[in-house]
């Protein structure tokens, strides 16, 4: 059963454009979630994460937006730059063990 | 700083051998969690240590264990391989119990033939 869920799988955005990510998740007991950006040969790095009593956070370029009724949150991006050409991966935590769904390919084109 | 540091990077082992790999955390952090992924999809939990004392295990089989070691260092040691446990091999670490921002090394690929 996977908990954690990235329905597309990948993702083409125009440079200067917004990119959007959706992610929906099962468990309302998911206390924090996270988004990772990961690089071939690299691990996944931290980008921005969103306690479940919030509804939306903000750090440079990068929004997340979390609809707790809904079970859906979602990474803006703006503007997207080709730098930004990665796998992104929602991930969700719960005690102590954080849940990733499958990932989102974005490629951003110049 | 050194950030989290795995080794080996790359591995190939023959099924039904052993293989340990190693992680050496954030200095500092506490907790080391480790994740086995495979390709086309996200990072699965296999375990979590904070303070030498395992917190959490994923669902995997009992060929995989781990431990913690005083100085934090942590092994995930993997028995009787199969083909299936081919993968990229994920340490993190963090401080305490935050509940987010975890730092991943880049991983072991891990091959079994």
């Known amino acids: 059963d996977q908990q954690v869920k990235q329905n597309s799988p990948s993702l083409s955005v125009q440079e200067g454009r917004i990119s959007i990510l959706n992610c929906d998740y099962t468990n309302s007991m998911f206390d924090y979630f996270l988004w990772y950006k990961k690089y071939p040969a690299e691990g996944p790095t931290f980008l921005i994460s969103i306690s479940s009593i919030k509804d939306k956070n903000e750090d440079g370029r990068f929004t997340v937006f979390l609809n707790k009724s809904a079970k859906h949150l979602s990474l803006h991006i703006v503007p997207s730059q080709p730098g930004d050409s990665a796998v992104y991966f929602c991930?969700?935590?719960?005690?102590?063990?954080?849940?990733f769904g499958p990932g989102t390919s974005l490629s951003v084109i110049p | 700083d050194a950030g989290v540091t795995q080794s080996p990077t790359h591995l190939i082992k023959t099924r039904g051998q052993h293989v340990t790999l190693r992680c050496s955390p954030i200095?500092?952090?506490?907790?080391v969690s480790w994740y086995q992924q495979v390709l086309g999809q996200g990072p699965q939990f296999i375990f979590q240590?904070?303070?030498?004392?395992?917190?959490g295990r994923g669902n995997f089989p009992d060929r995989f264990s781990a431990r913690q070691f005083p100085n934090y260092s942590s092994e995930l040691n993997v028995n009787a391989l199969l083909l299936g446990d081919s993968a990229l091999y994920l340490c993190a670490s963090r401080a305490g119990h935050t509940n987010y921002g975890y730092t991943f090394g880049s991983g072991t690929r891990l091959t079994v033939v």
């Open positions: 240590y904070y303070e030498k004392e395992e917190r």
């Open positions: 991930a969700a935590t719960s005690y102590d063990k954080v849940i």
């Open positions: 200095s500092g952090h506490k907790s």
